[in-house]
């Protein structure tokens, strides 16, 4: 399966008087690179989502919003603790008449107190909430992944076109570099023999010569390393983990094949075959950057 990174998921999930709302989006990265956006309340969870997204998702920048919606009085996340609210009253109370003040307690006092209106779950309320969470995380991942897998199909596509391409213009460098180091061969026996003109001349010699400085203009090895790593990158393409991390590189490899023919080759046939398989390769390595 060919996964891209870019991709979104929503799940949600039921409790008793709660629902959890959570969306992911994906972008491309070289590495995993989680960000969660959700209430501060859930920050002692946050290692535990991380860990199960971690173990989904491999590659990404990965945005995750985490919503917690209250159907019942139980589970709203700002509330007066009505036991707190009693105890403190009394304190302040007493503190009052021990003192001998006249001011009255207000409403504004009591709420301005910190334990008083709580903006938190207790861990009580945490290990409710909890596996609702995972499964609405669990739904927004396996969305995600189907979308991450339609637009990995679809690069698969493109890309093994691509490969076809580079293929087909290799055997067209192929055909004319054998054509192309003769007729280099008999340049430069020609320019020799213009040069020495009727002195005698040792052919062995002229033909080592010649052969040595034909040889530079060989890309028969280039060639069969360039094939090499077309095969490879078909059989890898979709196949295993991390797959757009090895495809790169490979991609990478192919360039420095073709840059050596290119180098080496000094006809205008070639030149433009090569000039194309790195424009395909170029384009081959910005879809692969897009692969999980």
């Given at each position: 399966m060919i996964y891209s990174m870019t991709g979104f998921g929503k799940g949600t999930a039921s409790g008793d008087g709660f629902e959890v709302e959570i969306e992911i989006t994906s972008l491309n990265s070289r590495y995993l690179d989680l960000k969660f956006r959700m209430p501060g309340y859930f920050n002692a969870i946050e290692h535990k989502l991380r860990s199960l997204v971690s173990q989904k998702l491999e590659r990404g920048k990965v945005n995750l919003f985490v919503n917690l919606v209250p159907t019942g009085p139980r589970f709203k996340p700002s509330r007066i603790d009505l036991d707190a609210a009693e105890s403190f009253y009394g304190e302040i109370a007493a503190l009052r008449e021990r003192l001998g003040l006249t001011s009255e307690i207000d409403i504004?006092?009591?709420v301005s107190i910190p334990d008083v209106v709580l903006t938190c779950y207790s861990e009580a309320e945490?290990?409710?909430?909890?596996?609702?969470?995972?499964?609405?995380?669990?739904?927004?991942?396996?969305?995600?992944?189907?979308?991450?897998?339609?637009?990995?199909?679809?690069?698969?596509?493109?890309?093994?076109?691509?490969?076809?391409?580079?293929?087909?213009?290799?055997?067209?460098?192929e055909m004319l570099s054998h054509e192309n180091s003769q007729a280099q061969l008999r340049k430069l026996k020609e320019r020799l023999r213009a040069i020495i003109g009727d002195a005698q001349v040792d052919e062995q010699r002229l033909l080592l010569e010649a052969g040595i400085l034909a040889e530079r203009y060989d890309t028969t090895e280039e060639l069969v390393r360039l094939r090499s790593h077309l095969n490879n990158f078909e059989s890898d393409l979709g196949q295993g983990d991390s797959q757009g991390k090895r495809l790169s590189f490979i991609l990478q490899e192919?360039?420095?094949?073709?840059n050596t023919i290119g180098s080496k080759c000094n006809d205008a046939a070639i030149s433009a075959f090569v000039i194309s398989i790195k424009e395909e390769l170029e384009k081959m390595r910005e879809q692969a950057a897009n692969l999980e």
């Open positions: 504004n006092t009591l945490l290990e409710i909430i909890y596996p609702v969470m995972v499964e609405a995380m669990e739904k927004a991942i396996d969305e995600l992944q189907a979308s991450r897998a339609r637009e990995g199909e679809a690069l698969g596509d493109d890309l093994r076109e691509r490969k076809e391409k580079v293929l087909s213009l290799t055997d067209a460098i192919m360039l420095r094949e073709t």
